[in-house]
C-alpha cells in the first residue's frame, strides 16, 4: 500500500488559515487522496477526498500537486473546533480490487489551535 | 437519524471470557468496517465487509471474528478476551467503496 507521511504536529491561532501538508510520493494513479479528521473522544470524520483536481467543500479545501505527490488540506479560517488529529490517507480506487473500500490510517498531524 | 451506532460503549472484563461489540447502522450501506485504536499504533483495521455474508481481514484479525448476517449488523467478538485487546473499537460503514466512512462513537473494551 502506498504511505502517506505527515507532520506530527502544527500549532494555528483562531480564524487564520492552516496548511496541513502530506507527502505520498509513491501514489499510483488510481489512488485516491482522503482527509478525516479526529477530535478528541470521538470516532474519525471524513474531510475530503480527491483525485487529481483541487476540491473544495464546506468544511476544507483539497489542493493536489500536479504530480500528485503531494497535497495540502486547507482549512480556511480555523477554530477552536478544528482542534484534531488530521489523517492523510490513500485509497485504492481500482473496484473490486484487494484493498477496494479499505482505509489505512497512518499517525496523522495533531493540529492545536489557539485561542 | 441514528446513523451508526455501537454497543456497549463501556466494558470492562476478564482475560479469557468472550465479548462481543455490536455495531447497527441505518443506512443499509455495503461496506462496514471494524478498527482499533491504541495510543502508538493509531487506527488499525481488524475486519471489513463488502456485504452481507462476505468478510476478510484487516491488518489484525488475529483473535477477533466476525460475522453479517444482516446488512445492517456487523458484530465483532473476541472469543477469548486478551489483555492485549484493551482498546477502543470504532466500527465504520460506507456507501459504497469510495472511502466516505462513517464511524460510530467507539467502545472502550478493557481487558483485566
Known amino acids: 500500500d502506498a504511505k502517506t507521511t505527515q507532520p506530527n504536529s502544527m500549532e494555528s491561532n483562531e480564524e487564520e488559515p492552516v496548511h496541513l501538508p502530506c507527502n505520498h510520493s509513491?501514489?499510483?494513479?488510481?489512488?485516491?487522496i482522503h482527509w478525516y479528521r479526529q477530535l478528541p473522544s470521538q470516532g474519525p470524520e471524513y474531510v475530503i477526498h480527491?483525485?487529481?483536481s483541487n476540491v473544495n467543500n464546506r468544511m476544507a479545501s483539497l489542493a493536489i500537486a500536479e504530480d500528485r505527490k503531494s497535497s495540502t488540506l486547507i482549512l480556511h479560517r480555523a477554530t477552536l473546533r478544528d482542534a484534531a488529529v488530521y489523517y492523510c490517507?490513500?485509497?485504492?480506487?481500482?473496484?473490486?480490487?484487494?484493498?477496494?473500500?479499505?482505509?489505512?490510517f497512518g499517525q496523522g498531524t495533531i493540529l492545536t489551535v489557539h485561542p | 437519524d441514528a446513523g451508526i451506532t455501537q454497543s456497549p460503549r463501556y466494558k470492562i472484563t476478564e482475560t479469557g471470557r468472550q465479548v462481543t461489540l455490536m455495531c447497527h447502522q441505518t443506512?443499509?450501506?455495503?461496506?462496514m468496517f471494524w478498527y482499533r485504536q491504541d495510543l502508538g499504533h493509531g487506527l488499525r483495521l481488524i475486519y471489513y465487509s463488502a456485504a452481507a455474508d462476505i468478510t476478510d481481514k484487516g491488518e489484525v484479525p488475529d483473535g477477533y471474528v466476525v460475522s453479517r448476517s444482516k446488512t445492517e449488523n456487523f458484530p465483532l467478538t473476541l472469543e477469548s478476551a486478551t489483555r492485549s485487546q484493551t482498546s477502543v473499537y470504532f466500527c465504520?460503514?460506507?456507501?459504497?467503496?469510495?472511502?466516505?466512512?462513517?464511524f460510530g462513537e467507539g467502545s472502550r473494551l478493557t481487558v483485566l
Open positions: 490517507i490513500l485509497r485504492d480506487g481500482i473496484a473490486g480490487g484487494t484493498s477496494y473500500g479499505k482505509l489505512t
Open positions: 465504520a460503514s460506507s456507501m459504497l467503496g469510495t472511502g466516505e466512512l462513517f
Open positions: 443506512w443499509s450501506h455495503s461496506y
Open positions: 480527491g483525485l487529481t
Open positions: 509513491t501514489i499510483s494513479g488510481t489512488d485516491y
